[in-house]
C-alpha cells in the first residue's frame, strides 16, 4: 500500500510538471514566460475568463477532441458552429417560412445526403465554421445542376467568371461548377478568402452574395457617414439582406428541429461516396452498368458532365455510391468486350456548316446537332470541338488539353439572295464590293468580269447579299435604279434633279 501512495504521489508531480506554458496567441490562451532563460516553467497556468467548449474545427489541431462520436450528421454539424448568430425580425421570417414547408425541407435536406458529409470533412479540415455547410440550402437547395437566371451554376452557385477565376473549367464537355469536389473546394477557398479581407464572416457571406466590391464600397460609405460597418449596418439589396438571415433560420431549425416541429432525415456521419480513378475514356453509360448503379444516379454524385463519355485527361477521378466503388472496380478488371468509349473530339480545321462536319465524320446531321447541341441556322467555327464517334481502329484517347479547353464556337449562318443593282458613274467591281460589304473576288466572279473591270453607268450588276440586307438597303437601293429608269426624277425648286428616293 505504501508503495502503491508514492507511485501516485509521482505520478501526480510528473503530470504537474507537464504543465507547462502555451505561446501567445496560442488557441488555449496562455501566455509565454517574459524570463530570458530557456527553462521552462512547471507551474501550471490558469486560463483568464470562462472556459468555452472545443469546436469540432479546433478538434483538426492539436487540441483535445471529444472522446464521443457524434450520432449522426447533424448532430456533427451542430458541434462545429462557431459563427455569432443573428437575431431579428428577417430571422424570425425565415424561420417560419422554412418551418411551413415541411415537404419543401424534406426535399432539401434528402437531396443533400449524397454531398453533406464531403462538405463537412472539407470545412472541418480548413478549420471553418460548419454553419457553412448549410449554406447550399439557400442557394440552390443544394441541387447541383440548379442554374440561376444570371447563369450562376452548381450547388454553390458560381458565375462564369468567378468560376473561371477558381480554376472551374467550363467547356464543350463538362461544367465544373456543377462538380460536387471541385465546387466545394472552389467555394471554400472563396469564403476564406472573403473572411481574411472581412474579418468577418457575416460580412463574408454578403460579399458571397452580392460580390467583394460592393461590400467594400458600402462599408467605405457608412464610415465616411460615422456610421457603423456590421453586417446590419450596411445598405444592401433586399436579396443580401435577407441572405444571412435565411442562413441563420435553416442553422436554427437544425440546431432544435424539434421547436419548429420540423423532423430532418437521417444523414449518417459515414461518406457516400468513394473517389474512384479512371485511366481510360469511358463512356457514362458504362460506368454505370459496371458499378451496377442506374445513370441518374451516376449523374447525380457527377453532374459537371455534359456528354456521354468521360475524358479521363480532364476529369481522371469519377464519384461512386460508396458500396459501389469496389464493385465497379472488380467488373472494369474484367472487362475485355473492347473500348471503353464510343466517342472522340474531333478539332474542326475550317467554319463550316452542320451538314458538312456531319458528312466528314460519317454522321448524320441529326445526330451531330444532338450530341453537340447545335441549333439551327448556325454555322460551326474553325477550333471547335466535336463529340464523334470513335471508330473501332482508335486508340488514342482525348488529349488533355482539348479535355480541359475544348468549346464549341457558333455563328449565324448567312442566308444570300441574289440581287440586282445598277452601277453608277465611275463604279467598279471594287467600289461595288465595298459598298455592300462584299469581297471584290466575289463580285468579279458574279458577273463574269475581272476583279480591276469597271462598270458602265446604269449597268446591271449582279450582288448575292445576306437576306436582311436584301429586304433592307440593298433592296432599296436597288428598285430605286429601277424607277429612275421607269420615271422621271422629281425636281427640287430650280429645275434640279433631288436626291430623294422614292
Known amino acids: 500500500m505504501k508503495k502503491l501512495h508514492i507511485a501516485c504521489l509521482a505520478g501526480l508531480l510528473w503530470l504537474t510538471g507537464c504543465a507547462t506554458t502555451g505561446t501567445t496567441g496560442g488557441p488555449s490562451g496562455m501566455q509565454t514566460p517574459t524570463s530570458g532563460t530557456d527553462t521552462p516553467s512547471h507551474t501550471p497556468v490558469i486560463p483568464d475568463g470562462p472556459l468555452s467548449p472545443i469546436t469540432a474545427g479546433r478538434t483538426s489541431s492539436s487540441e483535445v477532441a471529444s472522446l464521443s462520436t457524434p450520432a449522426d450528421l447533424w448532430d456533427r454539424i451542430r458541434r462545429g458552429?462557431?459563427?455569432?448568430?443573428?437575431?431579428?425580425d428577417l430571422v424570425?421570417?425565415?424561420?417560419?417560412?422554412y418551418a411551413s414547408r415541411p415537404e419543401y425541407m424534406q426535399r432539401m435536406t434528402e437531396r443533400s445526403s449524397k454531398y453533406l458529409f464531403h462538405v463537412v470533412e472539407e470545412l472541418e479540415r480548413r478549420g471553418m465554421p460548419t454553419e457553412l455547410a448549410l449554406l447550399p440550402y439557400i442557394e440552390s437547395a443544394f441541387n447541383p445542376r440548379a442554374v440561376s437566371s444570371a447563369k450562376a451554376a452548381g450547388m454553390w452557385q458560381f458565375m462564369p467568371a468567378t468560376g473561371n477565376y477558381f480554376d472551374l473549367k467550363q467547356n464543350a464537355f463538362r461544367d465544373d461548377r456543377r462538380d460536387v469536389l471541385a465546387s466545394t473546394r472552389a467555394a471554400l477557398d472563396y469564403l476564406q478568402k472573403l473572411y481574411g479581407m472581412f474579418g468577418d464572416w457575416h460580412l463574408a457571406l454578403a460579399a458571397y452574395n452580392w460580390g467583394e466590391g460592393s461590400v467594400s464600397r458600402a462599408i467605405a460609405r457608412n464610415q465616411k457617414a460615422g456610421l457603423g460597418t456590421s453586417y446590419t449596418d450596411l445598405n444592401m439589396p433586399a436579396e443580401t439582406r435577407l441572405y444571412v438571415p435565411k442562413l441563420q433560420a435553416v442553422k436554427n431549425i437544425v440546431a432544435n428541429p424539434e421547436a419548429f416541429r420540423t423532423e430532418l432525415p437521417l444523414i449518417e456521419n459515414h461518406?457516400?461516396?468513394?473517389?474512384?480513378?479512371?485511366?481510360?475514356?469511358?463512356?457514362?453509360a458504362l460506368v454505370a452498368?459496371?458499378?451496377?448503379?442506374?445513370e441518374e444516379d451516376f449523374r447525380a454524385l457527377n453532374p459537371a458532365f455534359h456528354r456521354p463519355t468521360i475524358f479521363a485527361a480532364g476529369t481522371p477521378q469519377i464519384l461512386l455510391p460508396w458500396d459501389?466503388?469496389?464493385v465497379f472496380q472488380r467488373n472494369l478488371d474484367a472487362y475485355n468486350q473492347g473500348q471503353y468509349a464510343s466517342w472522340t473530339v474531333w478539332s474542326v480545321p475550317a467554319t463550316m456548316s452542320a451538314a458538312e462536319a456531319a458528312q466528314r465524320t460519317g454522321m448524320s446531321e441529326s445526330d451531330l446537332r444532338s450530341i453537340n447541341n447545335i441549333p439551327p441556322r448556325m454555322l460551326i467555327k474553325a477550333g471547335s470541338a466535336l463529340m464523334v464517334p470513335r471508330s473501332t481502329t482508335t486508340r488514342q484517347d482525348v488529349s488533355a488539353h482539348l479535355a480541359d479547353n475544348g468549346?464549341?464556337?457558333?455563328?449565324?449562318?448567312i442566308v444570300t439572295r441574289r440581287t440586282t443593282v445598277r452601277a453608277g458613274k465611275r463604279d467598279s467591281v471594287r467600289s461595288i464590293a465595298q459598298r455592300y460589304r462584299v469581297s471584290a473576288d466575289n463580285v468579279a466572279q458574279w458577273n463574269d468580269v475581272k476583279a480591276t473591270a469597271a462598270f458602265?453607268?446604269?449597268?446591271?450588276?449582279?450582288v448575292f447579299l445576306p437576306v436582311r440586307m436584301a429586304h433592307g438597303p440593298a433592296a432599296e437601293h436597288s428598285s430605286a435604279r429601277k424607277a429612275d429608269k421607269k420615271a422621271p426624277a422629281p425636281t427640287r425648286k430650280g429645275g434640279k434633279p433631288s436626291r430623294k428616293r422614292r
Open 271 to 284: 461518406p457516400y461516396f468513394q473517389m474512384v480513378d479512371i485511366t481510360h475514356d469511358i463512356d457514362v
Open 456 to 462: 458602265k453607268a446604269g449597268q446591271q450588276v449582279v
Open 81 to 88: 458552429f462557431a459563427m455569432p448568430d443573428l437575431q431579428g
Open 92 to 97: 424570425q421570417d425565415r424561420e417560419q417560412w
Open 324 to 326: 459501389n466503388a469496389r
Open 289 to 294: 452498368n459496371l458499378a451496377g448503379v442506374r
Open 407 to 413: 468549346q464549341l464556337s457558333l455563328t449565324p449562318e
